[in-house]
């Protein structure tokens, strides 16, 4: 465990039950959505690389534009 992680745990030991419960549903969601996320990455990946090839078929025959920020 991480020096950072042992610091945070001996603050939240000072909270009341409730505050604990909140802030560790909290630390649980964000780790259910960081797995959610690299689940889908993994299954995303095929379909990326077949889209930047596709892009890049369409940059070498001249197909697309160049992208100017200030004219969006």
């Known amino acids: 465990m991480t020096e950072l992680l042992e610091r945070t745990i001996t603050k939240l030991r000072d909270l009341s039950g409730d505050r604990q419960d909140a ?29 930047a090839g596709e892009a890049m ?4 025959a001249g197909k697309t534009q160049d992208l100017f ?3 969006l």
């Open 23 to 51: 802030i560790a549903m909290i630390i649980l969601e964000e780790l259910e959505d960081e797995i959610k996320w690299d689940i889908s990455f993994e299954r995303s990946q095929d379909m990326l690389a077949k889209l």
């Open 57 to 60: 078929s369409e940059y070498r």
């Open 69 to 71: 920020l200030g004219k």
